[in-house]
């Protein structure tokens, strides 16, 4: 079984950043695919980012592309997502997600985190 806990949301404003961090524990880390969902209020949840075991393969929603940065520290059990050039149509809570093998939009991951808030004003 594992655990993630996401931390690291806020308020900041358009054009700002922040880095978004989860941490895994309960498992082997290195043994999982991780990825980043969001979701707005009245909107369906999107898949934004996975990052494979070693990190030598990454995936990235077209609407995050060149913002957004997923990263992993197998050793410290944490998966990252830097996001830049933050937009206020980017508010919404923000999940951590780990599964043994890749997924997608379609393919759910099997341990969710419990989400954070980020939210950007214009």
């Known amino acids: 079984q594992v655990q993630l806990v996401e931390s690291g949301g806020g308020l900041v404003q358009a054009g700002g950043s922040l880095r978004l961090s989860c941490a895994a524990s309960?498992?082997?880390?290195?043994?999982?695919?991780m990825g980043w969902f969001r979701q707005a209020p009245g909107k369906e949840r999107e898949l934004l980012a996975t990052?494979?075991?070693?990190?030598?393969?990454?995936y990235y929603a077209d609407s995050v592309k060149g913002r957004f940065t997923i990263s992993r520290d197998n050793a410290n059990m944490t998966v990252y997502l830097q996001m830049n050039s933050l937009k206020p149509e980017d508010t919404a809570v923000f999940y951590c997600?780990?599964?043994?093998?890749?997924?997608?939009?379609?393919?759910?991951?099997?341990?969710w985190g419990q989400g954070t808030q980020v939210t950007v004003s214009s």
């Open positions: 997600a780990a599964n043994p093998t890749y997924f997608s939009s379609t393919i759910v991951p099997r341990y």
């Open positions: 309960g498992g082997t880390f290195s043994n999982y695919v």
């Open positions: 990052i494979s075991w070693n990190a030598g393969r990454k």
